[in-house]
């Protein structure tokens, strides 16, 4: 028994996590979402199977999803339960048929033809499940204020609600909530009919006393809040921990006179009535010792905070615009002290109207209350600048990492010191560019983690692995190629090759691209999330361009030309050789600056490189002199050779096999005819020879003629597919 038990250490954290993953799918009287902090923070220390015989929304069971170990929910309404049921079961049949409600929503009449419906399948007893909880869930989303009343014979009578365009269902929280049950018994029962074990938990929730309570057709009066205090006593009798929520009324404090009682402050949001919502006191009551001192009272700035966001959500739900002093009288706060919140605090989902009136729109689905408190509790975190665009926090978040990481990758480049200087880089640029692609999912809503194949999400310590950067490129540009893309896809792979190696000679080798990457990133940064985040807004954001001369260059590339550097050299042709030379010559592929020394008389002049003059501090004849010139990389007819990219089609075409770029490099080094770096002597020149113009290789037709005839027997191209180059030793 104990072995199996739940050990809760630290609850709080978790249950927000599992919150984000999964969340009531309902809108239901009495939902306990405000209260979820409260009661987790009294649960047992261990308990075994977790019941909820008065499930509702479920919001509790789903804080504690995935840290409750079994879990058994019922509840007397079978159209919920049933609904639940579907989810676990089939959800993708759920959500098919849940959009083609949607689509129909639009027709003024839809909603009373459904209600009609449902009416009709009482008879049947709810016998096409999947269409029953279809009909359950829309009703449920569009009918006013999210109310499930019935009438005397079963019949649902909430009239539409007014709703323009509702949200029906989340497709993640969908799939997400399928997951939780999958070790969760469901049933149709009332709460006296539960069987837990000792040390099991039962949370009761249910309807309130002294309360609108026509949650189900044959509603709860006095009666059943006495059995259910029996079953509560029975259950602790049997060594089961307890706990009920309930409204603060003599007769709920007068039967639990022997409980544990605590006072909570909560509000009541979802009711026919607007004077019926609002703020009011609540009793949690336990047969255990929570650790919590009895009728503890939280600060009076927490309790307002608080008040202010489940008064926002009433408001945005409902659509009412409100003035600032009507939020004054009703939260508490000092009318000096709440004037400079919607230009700040509030300014990421509050909309100012005209006649001194205001509107909700952003902050349900993007701010939790903990967001919330959060956001309000920290004085530097919306800035008071008004160019500053607002964002969810999320969003913020991912945005920020990007760009700091981006910034720290441009600080490795420009220390010349360094020793891992393009690695660095590269990594962090990794960093900075998947952070951004997932800054642009969030924002959108678009799901950018991974799932299984049964629609769950995959898991790396307990938390959603999100996608890697090479998928994020994929989503983004799909089929399209760019230069961006093939500048990313190149610095995806160098990096990986090139990861906990020392390879300082490679610096020059792919600087261009490395600007290209950086400079794409502060583009797509700005284009995004508008110029404020830019870079280039906060520093010069040029890599640094030590090493200019001639004499260092030539060192660099000689280094490069050891065999330690083989591989490298041959990923970086064959690489450039499949893009084609019009995106090689691309700036936002390579962004290359050519620096020629000026003449002077003197050594220091003559070789210094760049000198910077400001604008306004030329003359009329110096700006004559100034020139800009766009270096363009253009196919030239290279007096009858071809390149690798040439070669390749010509040959594969002719063998009728496969023949691709890697294929010819093995060709190549196989026969050697020319050796891997660029050493011209190296050339056999009746097959190829060194283009310096280009810095690359270049073939002959006869080269061609050779593989052909090679290649055209089976043993040969057998021979070269088997083919491994062995370093020298």
């Not at 079994?70 to 049949?93: F, G, H, Q």
């Not at 007893?125 to 269409?131: E, L, Q, R, T």
């Not at 999330?529 to 030539?554: I, K």
């Not at 810095?695 to 055209?712: M, P, Q, R």
Request: proline share 5%; hydrophobic share 35%.
């Amino acid at each position: 028994m104990t072995d199996n038990r739940t050990r809760l250490t630290s609850s709080a954290p978790a249950a927000r996590r599992e919150k984000q993953q999964a969340s009531p799918f309902v809108k239901w009287a009495g939902g306990k979402r405000h209260l979820v902090p409260e009661i987790i923070a009294r649960l047992p220390k261990s308990f075994g199977t977790y019941y909820e015989p008065f499930v509702g929304g479920g919001a509790v069971f789903f804080a504690l999803a995935g840290r409750a170990g079994k879990a058994a929910l019922s509840d007397t309404n079978a159209e919920l339960m049933l609904a639940y049921e579907v989810i676990r079961d089939t959800p993708e049949a759920l959500m098919e048929q849940l959009d083609a409600h949607k689509k129909a929503h639009r027709r003024e009449e839809y909603y009373y033809q459904v209600r009609e419906r449902r009416n009709a399948a009482l008879d049947s007893g709810f016998s096409d499940k999947v269409a029953s909880a279809v009909r359950f869930i829309y009703l449920n989303k569009t009918g006013y204020n999210g109310l499930y009343r019935v009438n005397s014979r079963g019949g649902f009578n909430v009239p539409k609600g007014r709703y323009e365009n509702p949200a029906i269902y989340n497709r993640e929280n969908i799939l997400a909530i399928s997951e939780v049950l999958k070790n969760t018994t469901l049933e149709t029962l009332d709460f006296a009919d539960i069987d837990p074990r000792p040390e099991d938990f039962i949370y009761c929730d249910p309807p309130y006393d002294d309360a609108f309570n026509s949650y189900a057709d044959d509603g709860f009066g006095e009666a059943d809040q006495k059995r259910l205090k029996d079953c509560m006593d029975r259950w602790r009798e049997k060594g089961c921990h307890v706990m009920l929520s309930n409204s603060d009324t003599p007769l709920i404090r007068a039967l639990y006179k022997g409980y544990r009682i605590e006072e909570v402050e909560a509000p009541r949001y979802i009711n026919s009535k607007a004077a019926k919502r609002g703020m009011t006191t609540e009793l949690l009551v336990m047969s255990y010792d929570t650790g919590i001192p009895a009728m503890a009272k939280r600060t009076k700035s927490y309790e307002r905070i608080e008040k202010s966001y489940y008064l926002f959500l009433e408001y945005e739900r409902t659509d009412k615009p409100f003035s600032l002093q009507e939020i004054v009288e009703k939260v508490g706060w000092a009318q000096s002290t709440a004037r400079t919140y919607p230009s700040k605090k509030w300014r990421p989902f509050i909309t100012r109207l005209p006649d001194d009136k205001f509107k909700v729109d952003g902050l349900d689905g993007n701010y939790s209350l903990d967001d919330y408190v959060r956001l309000m509790s920290q004085a530097d975190h919306v800035s008071n600048d008004p160019k500053k665009p607002a964002l969810a926090l999320e969003v913020e978040r991912l945005v920020t990492k990007a760009r700091e990481s981006a910034m720290l990758a441009l600080d490795i480049y420009n220390r010349p010191a360094t020793l891992f200087r393009t690695e660095g880089f590269l990594v962090m640029m990794v960093i900075a560019w998947r952070a951004l692609f997932h800054a642009v999912f969030e924002r959108d809503k678009v799901d950018y983690r991974y799932r299984n194949n049964d629609g769950t999400q995959q898991l790396i310590d307990g938390e959603p692995k999100a996608w890697d950067l090479a998928e994020c490129v994929k989503r983004h540009w799909g089929s399209r190629t760019t230069p961006e893309k093939k500048n990313l896809e190149f610095a995806i792979l160098l990096r990986n090759r090139i990861e906990h190696r020392y390879v300082p000679a490679l610096d020059p080798h792919v600087a261009g691209e490395c600007q290209s990457l950086l400079l794409n990133f502060d583009k797509l940064l700005s284009d995004e999330f508008t110029s404020y985040y830019a870079l280039r807004e906060s520093l010069a954001m040029s890599l640094q361009t030590s090493s200019v001369r001639e004499g260092a260059q030539m060192e660099a590339i000689k280094k490069f030309q050891g065999e330690q550097y083989d591989e490298l050299r041959d990923f970086l042709d064959e690489y450039r050789d499949t893009i084609g030379d019009e995106i090689y010559s691309d700036p936002k592929f390579s962004f290359r600056v050519y620096l020629i020394p000026r003449l002077g008389n003197h050594e220091s002049s003559s070789d210094m490189a760049v000198e910077f003059i400001r604008a306004e501090d030329m003359t009329p004849e110096l700006k004559e002199q100034i020139a800009f010139i766009k270096e363009k990389r253009v196919p030239v007819a290279n007096q009858g050779y071809l390149k690798p990219k040439n070669v390749v089609p010509l040959v594969a075409d002719r063998i009728k096999r496969e023949f691709k770029i890697h294929h010819h490099t093995q060709a190549w080094k196989m026969y050697g005819v020319r050796a891997s770096g660029q050493e011209p002597s190296s050339c056999k020149l009746k097959y190829c020879q060194f283009d310096e113009v280009h810095g690359d290789h270049i073939y002959t037709n006869a080269w061609v003629e050779f593989l052909v005839e090679k290649l055209s027997s089976p043993d040969e191209y057998e021979r070269l597919m088997n083919y491994r180059h062995k370093e020298k030793s």
